[in-house]
C-alpha cells in the first residue's frame, strides 16, 4: 500500500520524468562539464602558467556550443572582462592559462564555460 506521502514522491517523480523527456534535442545536447583541476587545496602563483582541466566523459554527440571560455572568479565574482582563455574547444579537456596579477586571496575560483558556467572550488592564488 502506498502511503500520501510515496503517492506524492511517486507522481513527483513521474512529472519529472515527462518534463525531462519533453525538452527537445537542442537543449538536452547543452554541455557543461565539470573543472577537475584547479580543485580545492589547489594553490597557484601569480605568473604561472597551468592546465585548467575538465571532464569531458558526459559530452553528448551533438553540442550547441563547443568553444569554451575560463573566467576568474573571487568571491563568487566573476571577471568576465578579462577572460583567462576564450575561444578553445570545449572537448580539450584542458587549456592553458596563465595566473594573472591580482591580489593574493583565497577565494579563488575557475569558471568554464560552454553553454553556461561551472566553477570549481575556491583555490588559492599567492605571490
Ligand atoms: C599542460 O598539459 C599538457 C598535456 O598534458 C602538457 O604538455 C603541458 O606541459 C601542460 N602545461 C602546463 C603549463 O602545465
Ligand atoms: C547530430 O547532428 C546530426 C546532423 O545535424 C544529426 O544527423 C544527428 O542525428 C544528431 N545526433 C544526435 C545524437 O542528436
Ligand atoms: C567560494 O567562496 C565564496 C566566497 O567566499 C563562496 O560564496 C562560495 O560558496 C565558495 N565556493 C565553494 C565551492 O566553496
Ligand atoms: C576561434 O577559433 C576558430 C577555430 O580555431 C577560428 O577560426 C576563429 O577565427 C577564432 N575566433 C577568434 C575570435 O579568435
Known sequence: MMNTFTKFIFLFMLSVVA?????????????????TYPH??????????????WDTSGAPVNITNKFGLVVL??????????????NFSILDGRVVVKVP????????????????????????ITK
Open 73 to 86: 572568479a573571487k568571491g563568487g565574482l566573476e571577471d568576465i572582462d578579462h577572460p583567462l582563455a576564450s
Open 40 to 53: 580545492y587545496g589547489t594553490v597557484w602563483k601569480i605568473g604561472q602558467h597551468h592546465n585548467v582541466t
Open 19 to 35: 518534463v525531462v523527456s519533453a525538452i527537445p534535442i537542442s537543449i538536452r545536447d547543452v554541455f557543461v562539464p565539470p573543472v
Open 101 to 124: 596579477d591580482v591580489t593574493p586571496g583565497n577565494d579563488y575560483a575557475i569558471v568554464l564555460f560552454g553553454d553556461s558556467g561551472n566553477f570549481s572550488p575556491n583555490f588559492t
